[in-house]
């Protein structure tokens, strides 16, 4: 059975850090691309990073470009999302998502499989 399960989400103060982290567990992931996705209160689900196979690529939506990083080692099946200079529009729990096989890396269908969620919130 395939399973993702975030971890490292809390409650910071603007300014500050985190770093989630993913672990796949049920199969190899290391052949395609992952991502991370958020969703706030009241919101669709959201695009925040994508990384390629190897993480040679990656990819963020703008509001995180420059604060954000993904990172994936596919030695452990597992997927970072190191967040920096964090802001109060970022609170939202993020999802884990993977593997996408087709389609477009930015869209919530082309990825198979999701986690749990981790909450993160950033007070101002």
């Known amino acids: 059975q395939v399973q993702l399960v975030e971890s490292g989400g809390g409650l910071v103060q603007a300014g500050d850090s985190l770093r989630l982290s993913c672990v796949a567990s049920?199969?190899?992931?290391?052949?395609?691309?992952m991502g991370w996705f958020r969703q706030a209160p009241g919101k669709e689900r959201e695009f925040v990073a994508a990384?390629?196979?190897?993480?040679?690529?990656?990819y963020y939506t703008d509001s995180v470009k420059g604060r954000f990083t993904i990172s994936r080692d596919n030695a452990k099946n597992t997927v970072l999302l190191q967040m920096n200079s964090l802001k109060p529009e970022d609170t939202a729990v993020y999802y884990c998502?993977?593997?996408?096989?087709?389609?477009?890396?930015?869209?919530?269908?082309?990825?198979?499989?999701w986690g749990q969620g981790t909450q993160v919130t950033v007070s101002s």
């Open positions: 998502a993977g593997p996408r096989y087709s389609g477009s890396i930015y869209l919530r269908s082309s990825y198979s499989y």
């Open positions: 990384i390629s196979t190897s993480g040679g690529n990656t």
């Open positions: 049920g199969r190899t992931f290391s052949g395609y691309f």
